[in-house]
Nanobody
């Protein structure tokens, strides 16, 4: 069994920096790709970024340049850093993982989601 646990959400001021973390526990050997999705209010869930076990990164065009993804395979953790946060970054952020190196479809494993609110 694989469990994903997100941390780091909350209220962030516009223009600030947001850091989200995700930790994999359980059968971590099953995991290759890890990544993030988000769902803004009244909008469908969207892909944000993913990183494979070998470090290959894919980022959605809409967030390139501000969203940066890193991973510590030894600790089974992943971090998303968002620079110059905008109000439209508000939403629920979901950690996701899969046994494949890429997300060809919806990832198999999901975290509970963590709320991020951009405001003052």
């Amino acid at each position: 069994q694989v469990r994903l646990t997100e941390s780091g959400g909350g209220l962030v001021q516009p223009g600030g920096t947001l850091r989200l973390s995700c930790e994999v526990s359980g059968a971590v050997f099953m995991i290759d790709a890890m990544g993030w999705y988000r769902q803004a209010p009244a909008k469908p869930r969207e892909f944000v970024a993913r990183i494979s076990h070998n470090g290959e990164i894919r980022t959605a065009d809409s967030v390139k340049g501000r969203f940066h993804l890193s991973r510590d395979n030894a600790e089974s953790t992943m971090e998303l850093q968002v620079n110059r946060v905008k109000p439209e970054d508000t939403g629920i952020y979901y950690c996701a993982a899969d046994s494949s190196a890429v997300f060809t479809a919806d990832p198999h494993y999901w975290g509970q989601g963590i709320q991020v609110t951009v405001g003052s």
